[in-house]
C-alpha cells in the first residue's frame, strides 16, 4: 500500500495537531499502521500504532497521555491526535504499515514494510 501523511504545521507549545496517513488500495484494512519521528539530528523513534482493526493501539511513554491514534478503514486513513505538544515532539512524522493481522513488532522499525513521505511538525517554545 502506497501511504501519504500529511497535517503537519508550526504550533505553539500546548497547542494540538491531527496528522493524517492515507493508504492507497483496499487492502489498508488489513495492515497494522504506525508512526514514527525523527527530530534534527536524532535517530528515528516510534510513537505510535494501531492494529488492523482499531482494537488495539500503543504509545510511546514519551507521548503516552497527549496522543491519540486512530483508523478509518473505510476512508482508508489513520490519525495521530496530538495534544499538549511541546517543544520536543518537533520532528517529521512518519507513516509506516505492514500488512499483518498480528500486530506484535509494532515498535521495530524494520518490521513495516510500507512508508509514507514525512510531516514536518514544528513546536514553538
Known amino acids: 500500500v502506497q501511504l501519504q501523511a500529511s497535517g503537519g504545521g508550526l504550533v505553539q507549545s500546548g497547542g494540538s495537531l491531527r496528522l493524517s496517513c492515507s493508504g492507497s488500495?483496499?487492502?489498508?484494512?488489513?495492515?497494522?499502521v504506525g508512526w514514527f519521528r525523527q527530530a534534527p539530528g536524532k535517530e528515528r523513534e516510534f510513537v505510535s500504532a494501531?492494529?488492523?482493526?482499531?482494537?488495539?493501539?500503543y504509545y510511546s511513554d514519551s507521548v503516552k497521555g497527549r496522543f491519540s491514534i486512530s483508523r478509518d478503514n473505510i476512508k482508508n486513513t489513520m490519525y495521530l491526535q496530538m495534544n499538549s505538544l511541546k517543544p520536543e515532539d518537533t520532528a517529521v512524522y512518519y507513516c509506516?504499515?505492514?500488512?499483518?493481522?498480528?500486530?506484535?513488532?509494532?515498535?521495530?522499525?524494520?518490521?513495516?514494510?510500507?512508508w509514507g513521505q514525512g510531516t514536518l511538525v514544528t513546536v514553538s517554545s
Open positions: 509506516a504499515g505492514r500488512r499483518t493481522y498480528d500486530s506484535s513488532g509494532y515498535e521495530r522499525q524494520s518490521w513495516y514494510t510500507d
Open positions: 488500495g483496499r487492502t489498508f484494512s488489513r495492515y497494522v
Open positions: 494501531i492494529n488492523w482493526n482499531g482494537d488495539f493501539t
